[in-house]
């Protein structure tokens, strides 16, 4: 399957969501914001299939990590889990990003990173 860095700063939702695409037999590096996300990926050196993330963060936001993963790792699939899809769709336009509204199935969270994958 795949390498997802997910970027959440709710604990339990991260935990939850990271559980679900686990089980779905991807591997999930899991952060509590997204400074520490940017790090992982710097890290990794493309390693990461997927940047899931939420877009209200405290310090670095989804969208700018985002941004900075595209740069950082070309090819890089995005998505944004958010409670505010209305400041995603006017924000998120200059990356090739998928967006969920929160609260999400976690069905639905599996098969949309499963077809976002498979893209």
Request: net charge negative; glycine share 6%.
């Amino acid at each position: 399957m795949a390498t997802i860095l997910y970027a959440e700063d709710d604990d339990s939702m991260r935990r939850f969501f990271a559980a679900a695409l686990e089980k779905a037999g991807h591997h999930v590096v899991a952060c509590d914001d997204g400074e520490r996300a940017l790090r992982a990926l710097r890290f990794a050196d493309g390693a990461f299939d997927m940047l899931l993330t939420d877009i209200m963060m405290p310090g670095l936001d989804g969208i700018e990590l985002a941004k900075m993963a595209e740069t950082l790792s070309p090819g890089i699939k995005i998505m944004f889990i958010t409670g505010f899809a209305a400041v995603a769709k006017n924000n998120t336009e200059t990356t090739d990003a998928h967006v969920l509204s929160k609260p999400v199935h976690l069905r639905q969270l599996v098969d949309e990173v499963d077809r976002l994958i498979a893209a």
